[in-house]
């Protein structure tokens, strides 16, 4: 059931600014306070990024550092950018992806290179089998401390940014985010420790072990963490679909998604410490390179079935009032998307392109606010966060409005009636 598109009685059942689920709020208590969150929050990330910065120079050699860092960063603007593109639909917050990242490449790297370490030497002293220890370390320890420490980043964000973390892509989105950033710091480690090797031995250009190291995991594989790591997001993802009261499956399946990012880091591992160099290409092209094509194509087909959902659900709105009849249409498209916020920003400026961007997101919450209510997923304050969205739409539909409605006809998805010809043949418009 649609409210009424009657402006006055909607609003005044608008909850009071303070408690906006979708507008920062100023908390009345200490521990509860954003900003002091937030404070406690990078404060803990930078601690873990110098100690990390520590532990690598400490085992790469400041020049073997720098040219990790040089070469580790070539991939992250490339994934970042196709995470972010496939988020396009409703964008997350940078702050989420920034502390995503952050806790990647500091965080989820300190964890796992002092748990790696400690357990591999325990195994070794344990059984007098440094090899064999190298070898359980890389192939069962490593995947479990490394995907879990990832996942927290995930968990984080699912339990204290819930509003933000609404399905499938946005899991896909964080967990490859965090990925990413485990990756770079990872990298950083072996190309720097190459490096120092080459350095010591003597050796340079392609038949160096810098070299191999990068075609190996920048060139081949720069996908590999983040291909393991989106099956954990998935697993959320698919959790923040069900509805409430599937309260088991709302556990079992991140858990579900953790353990297959395990087994599939596990078997990456496995391919080069037990199987040689053979091995490990015959996993990348019958496994791996698959596995990374079945994900993607996983994941461009869940955000046409946003798309899909928004063109579903807003014309139920669209029948009451609150948008005009092209504006789901355009909403569903993201060409038409940003050519509504062309129109306005060459019309009336980048504020109203601005506040074009602003409708779009919050009309496409709206949208999956109600596909999520249909399913049983929604919280007992769903109609309070409608009247809210509706609220924001009505504040913005001035400027709004006639931008999507002109790119939704100018991309053709809504049909322009022809013109009207009087009996003469004469076409009124001409002129």
């Given at each position: ?16 600014r303070?408690?906006?689920?979708y ?21 803990l ?56 990242f952050?806790?990647?490449?500091c965080?989820?790297a ?20 440094p ?17 879990s ?16 973390f609404?399905?499938i ?9 965090t ?13 720097g ?28 594989s720069?996908f ?32 579900l ?7 599939m ?5 496995a ?17 791996m ?6 994900l ?6 869940t ?13 139920a ?13 355009a ?23 601005h ?8 009309a496409?919450?709206?949208a ?64």
């Amino acid at each position: 059931m649609v409210p009424a598109c009657e402006q006055q009685p909607l609003f005044d059942a608008v909850p009071e600014r303070a408690h906006w689920r979708y507008k920062p709020r100023r908390a009345s208590r200490l521990w509860r306070s954003k900003a002091v969150r937030a404070g406690v929050l990078i404060t803990l990330l930078a601690l873990s990024g110098l100690m990390i910065l520590a532990l690598v120079r400490e085992q790469t050699g400041t020049h073997g550092f720098l040219v990790g860092l040089g070469l580790a960063t070539l991939p992250v603007p490339l994934l970042v950018a196709a995470f972010r593109w496939l988020d396009r639909v409703e964008p997350g917050p940078w702050r989420n992806l920034l502390f995503a990242f952050a806790w990647g490449a500091c965080a989820a790297a300190l964890v796992a290179i002092i748990a790696n370490t400690f357990a591999t030497r325990w195994i070794a002293t344990a059984t007098a089998d440094p090899a064999s220890a190298d070898t359980l370390g890389a192939t069962v320890i490593a995947p479990v401390v490394e995907e879990s420490a990832k996942a927290v980043a995930v968990l984080l964000i699912f339990i204290f940014r819930r509003r933000d973390f609404t399905g499938i892509v946005d899991g896909v989105v964080v967990a490859g985010i965090t990925a990413t950033g485990f990756a770079f710091t990872e990298n950083i480690l072996y190309l720097g420790s190459a490096f120092g090797e080459d350095q010591e031995i003597g050796t340079s250009g392609l038949a160096s072990v810098t070299a191999a190291t990068f075609f190996v995991r920048i060139v081949m594989s720069p996908f590999a963490h983040p291909l393991f790591t989106v099956l954990t997001g998935i697993g959320f993802g698919i959790a923040a679909l069900a509805a409430q009261r599937q309260r088991i499956r709302r556990v079992v399946l991140p858990l579900l998604g953790l353990a297959l990012a395990m087994g599939m880091h596990a078997l990456w591992n496995a391919s080069a410490s037990l199987f040689g160099p053979w091995g490990f290409y015959a996993v990348y092209g019958a496994f791996m390179v698959p596995a990374f094509g079945l994900l993607t194509w996983l994941a461009i087909w869940t955000r046409q079935r946003e798309l899909h959902t928004i063109s579903t659900e807003l014309p139920a709105y669209a029948a009451a009032g609150w948008l005009t009849d092209a504006e789901p249409r355009a909403l569903s498209s993201m060409r038409a998307r940003t050519m509504a916020r062309d129109f306005a920003r060459h019309r009336y400026g980048p504020a109203a392109a601005h506040t074009v961007s602003e409708y779009e997101r919050f009309a496409t919450s709206l949208a999956f606010l109600r596909h999520r209510a249909r399913r049983g997923a929604a919280g007992p304050d769903f109609m309070a966060r409608e009247q809210e969205l509706l609220h924001h739409l009505w504040q913005r539909k001035e400027a709004a409005g006639p931008a999507l409605t002109y790119a939704a006809r100018a991309t053709g998805r809504v049909r322009v009636p022809p013109p009207h010809r009087d009996y003469s043949g004469h076409n009124p418009y001409r002129y």
